[in-house]
């Protein structure tokens, strides 16, 4: 349906029921959080995030926001043309059909 189906409804409808998420999901993430909140808290950390960074390249969570925030800064112009691009060849079927 997501390739196929000439009306974008469905294909919208489709992604969007996909990509819900459900109370009880929504229950168990928080659950997790929590617990690896209260981890990080007996082992002396921070955050979870921070425990888990020590031993890795970026060190910090605020190194790895650093991170993302320089390959948005610098993916973003490419990533706006490539949706420009797509858009046009999608207006561009849209009115030979």
Do not use: C, W
């Not at 168990?28 to 002396?44: D, I, Y």
């Not at 031993?55 to 925030?69: G, I, R, S, Y």
């Amino acid at each position: 349906i997501m390739r196929s189906a000439p009306d974008e409804e469905p294909r919208k409808r489709l992604y969007i029921a996909s990509n819900s998420s459900a109370e009880k999901d929504i229950n168990t993430l928080e659950e997790l959080l929590r617990a690896r909140a209260e981890l990080a808290r007996l082992v002396g950390r921070r955050s979870f995030a921070h425990m888990t960074l020590d031993d890795k390249m970026a060190k910090t969570p605020e190194n790895v926001v650093n991170f993302l925030d320089a390959l948005r800064r610098h993916t973003q112009p490419s990533a706006e043309s490539a949706l420009r691009a797509l858009s046009a060849r999608k207006h561009a079927h849209h009115a030979l059909s």
